[in-house]
C-alpha cells in the first residue's frame, strides 16, 4: 500500500492525474478525518479539515520528493500543520523543510547525507510492538497534540517520565529508518 | 565554521513533529532545525512515524459527495491565488545577525534582553539575551522546560560549551550557571514554559524587579 500510494502522490505532481488523486482521497481522506476527530474535531468540522488538507495536498504535490518520504509521511505533515493552525495557540509557520534543503549551505553542520527512505511496513511494526505505556504517550502527543506537561497531568506521570517514555519510543521505532548517530 | 554539538532532546523533536510543542519551543525548534541537518533527519523520522500512525488510523467515513465538492473548490480557488500568511516571526532575520527589529532592554548589568510578546509560551516566555562577555547569568533552576539557542558568541556551564547553533533541551532536574566566555557578547534565544527561579539573596531581590 505504501508504495501504491507513493505512485500516486507522483502521479498526482507530475501528470495532474484526477483518477490518482482520486485514489489517494479513498485512501486518505477517512483517516485525516479520524486523525481530526481524535484532536478534537467534531465531525462536521473533521470532514472539512480533511477536505483542506487533500486540497493543499494537490496544491503543493510539486513539493514531494520520494527519496525523501513516504506519501503517509509527506500527507502526516499537511495535516498536522493544518491541525496546528486550527486547534492550538500555537501560530507560528513551520519551517519548511523542502526550502530549506534547496539552500545547500544554509546549515553550520551540512553533512553529505541524505535522509533514508522508511520502511513503512516495518514502522507499522514496531508501532504495534511498543510496551503500552510508550504507546500511550506517542498517541497522546500525535493524536491529541498534548505536551510534555500536559501529557504528564493526564496520565499523572512525573515530566522525566514522560519524556523519558518518547525517548525509548522514538528510539524503538527509528531502528527502521537508517539512522546512523 | 564550527560543528554543532548540542542537539535536540529526542522527545522534544518527536513532539515537535506530532505537532504538539507549545509556540514558543516550536519556535526555537524551527530556528535551530534551519542550522542543523542532524536534527532536520530526525524531525523527519518523526514525521514518518506519524505518517504511519496517520495510515493504520481506522478510518471514519467521509460526507457523501465529498470528492465532488472538493473538486468543486480546487477548481474555484485555482482561480484566485492563495494567500500565505506571513509568519509572526523570521528566523532568518535572527540567523543573519539581523537585530534591527529587536528592541534591548537592560535586565541587570551585563544582561540586555527582548521580549517576544507575540509567542505564546504557556506560563514561561520566549526571550532574546545578549549577555556581555564574562557575564554570568545567575544560578537558576526551572520547573519544566527550557530550550537555549546561541545565535552568536558561546557560553559554558555545567553541562558544556555552547556556540553558535548549539541548542541546550533541558528539563526541570537542571540546575544550572552559564557564564558567556568569548570577546563578543553571547546572543541567545530562550523559551521556557514556567517562571525561573534564581536563588542566592541578592537574586532574589532583584528577581520581582526584572520579572523573569
Known sequence: MAE??????????????????????????????????????DAATADDLAQEALAQVWRKADRYDPSKAAASSWIFRVARNLQIDKFRKKKFQEVDLEAVAERPDVGIDSHDRSIARIDSQRVHELIQSLPQDQLDVVHLAFFQGLTHTEIGIHLDIPLGTVKSRLRLAFNRLRQTIGDQS | MNSIHHHLDDSTLLSYGAGALNEGFSFVVA?????????????AQAEAIGGELLASLPPVQMAAGGLNALWAKIDNSAAQPQAISKPKINPQALLDGDYSDIRWRTLVPGIKQHIFDDLESDSGSVRLFSIAPGTTIPHHSHGGGELTLILSGSYHDEIGRFQRGDIADLDDAISHQPIADTAEPCVCLIATDQKLRFSGVINRVLQPLIGI
Not at chain 1, 479513498?26 to 479520524?34: C, G, I, T
Open chain 1, 4 to 41: 501504491k500510494t507513493v505512485s500516486w502522490l507522483l502521479a498526482v505532481a507530475n501528470k495532474r492525474s484526477r483518477e490518482d488523486f482520486a485514489k489517494l482521497y479513498e485512501h486518505f481522506a477517512p483517516r485525516l478525518k479520524a486523525y481530526m476527530m481524535r484532536n478534537g474535531a
Open chain 2, 31 to 43: 530556528t535551530h532545525l534551519q542550522m542543523c541537518e542532524q536534527c532536520r533527519e530526525r524531525q
